[in-house]
């Protein structure tokens, strides 16, 4: 796998620089992703990255790179969304695309990129729009991984993690050597609130209801490629870049 790009200007924003860059493309990939909880999106992005070359510029990456900037090394649209997120409420629309406008020169990545997080909404997907207009850019496609409700529920219910060294596993997946038990520790596994199945079932729904419109946006702009999850990881990414290929020769003729 090649040397993943340090990511800094996006990151940490202001006049920060990458100091390993992607290699410039001849015809860099510009995507977007999406992919509701337990499908894979996160494992896919950085397979898919490897593949093209593309920087993948995820949001929330840039939450948890916050954690270890002084306040003072954040903008004001970080320091807005953070304190949002400490009150336990959704960011606006707004801040987001002031914390991405924050990063347009990363838009124009000479890897390409993949947007991981961003856009959420369709006023978010509009002002993305607008700023690679400003940059003289267009979308290459939305790479949307779909697995049906019940298969997303048994990948996430399926889940288990340590308690002290927080080490994860999965039942049938990724079992442990001595069912329940970590095989570090020795202690007893446990099951994340969030992944019990009544939780995952309320977050699926979630998710679809505020996606749909989304859905939508990039359907009626032919931009949406909609990948099947199921199968193995490089299974999936292989489909994915099939599917890009095959666009791109399309457009082509």
Not at 1 to 10: H, I, L, V
Not at 27 to 49: I, M, S
Not at 151 to 165: A, D, K, L, N, Y
Request: hydrophobic content about 35%.
């Amino acid at each position: 796998m090649k040397q993943p790009c340090d990511r800094a200007a996006w990151l940490k924003g202001g006049n920060a620089q990458c100091q390993n860059k992607p290699p410039k493309q001849a015809d860099p990939y510009r995507l977007v992703l999406l992919g509701a909880p337990g499908v894979g999106k996160g494992t896919q992005a950085e397979l898919l990255c490897d593949a093209l070359g593309a920087c993948h510029l995820s949001t929330g990456d840039i939450f948890r790179a916050a954690k270890s900037l002084a306040p003072a090394e954040r903008s004001p649209a970080l320091e807005a969304a953070l304190e949002y997120m400490k009150r336990g409420e959704l960011v606006p629309d707004t801040t987001v695309v002031d914390m991405v406008r924050e990063r347009l020169d990363c838009l124009q990545c000479e890897g390409g990129f993949l947007l991981d997080g961003f856009p959420r909404t369709v006023a978010q997907a509009e002002a993305l729009d607008a700023m690679m207009q400003q940059r003289g850019l267009k979308l290459d496609g939305v790479l949307s991984y779909e697995l049906p409700t019940e298969e997303v529920i048994v990948r996430i219910s399926g889940r288990r993690t340590c308690p002290q060294c927080k080490a994860n596993y999965h039942v049938s997946a990724l079992p442990p050597k001595k069912e329940g038990l970590c095989d570090k520790c020795g202690v007893a596994l446990y099951q994340r609130e969030d992944d019990r199945p009544e939780s995952v079932r309320v977050r699926l729904e979630a998710y679809n209801r505020s996606t749909a419109p989304l859905v939508e946006f990039y359907t009626r702009r032919n931009l949406l490629i909609s990948v099947s999850a199921n199968g193995a990881p490089r299974e999936i990414c292989a489909r994915s870049l099939e599917l890009l290929r095959q666009r791109r020769a399309r457009a082509a003729m």
